[in-house]
């Protein structure tokens, strides 16, 4: 851990590199997902899910992408702690969504009614109600991870938005 602080510490271009490919991971992750459950929830029901399924594999890379530099962003910052971070409730908060979109993920992965859904070639194709709810709870809880991830340099300010 020390050794990766001083590695960021000591080149200035490797934390911007670092949220480069952290923002890229993002529009691989929440570019993909928000295509397929907008899909689902029926806009653009011309184009069938079976296309936008192939690309679920980039939404994984994306999250690996997101994850890995999230973690130098944690344990390699110079100036702070990683229980700085940890300590934060923004960030508490996006890592319960973190956990939320995965399970979401994986209920819509594997719940069979999506399964059949996600193999039809055809147009048009209306989505049960159950698949919708999985597919809005997802939409609203990846905008709101990057919505957090955005206000964590500003410490446990994100709820500022409520006072408007």
Not at 60 to 82: E, H, Q, S
Not at 109 to 124: A, K, M, P, T, W
Request: include cysteine.
């Amino acid at each position: 851990m020390q050794a990766l602080t001083t590695l960021v510490g000591h080149y200035d271009w490797l934390w911007p590199l670092c949220e480069i490919i952290h923002f890229m991971g993002l529009i691989l992750l929440v570019g993909t997902v928000g295509l397929i459950d907008l899909r689902v929830l029926g806009i653009a029901r011309q184009l069938p899910l079976v296309f936008l399924y192939r690309l679920v594999p980039w939404a994984i890379f994306g999250f690996i992408l997101c994850l890995l530099t999230g973690l130098v962003f944690i344990l390699g910052d110079p100036f702070k702690t990683p229980m700085d971070t940890l300590t934060k409730l923004t960030f508490q908060i996006k890592m319960f969504f973190v956990a939320v979109g995965l399970i979401n993920a994986l209920i819509f992965e594997y719940y069979s009614d999506f399964r059949q859904l996600s193999q039809v070639e055809g147009f048009n194709d209306e989505a049960p109600k159950t698949i919708k709810i999985i597919a809005g709870t997802s939409l609203f809880v990846w905008l709101s991870v990057v919505y957090l991830g955005r206000m964590l340099p500003y410490g446990d300010s994100f709820y500022f938005i409520f006072y408007w």
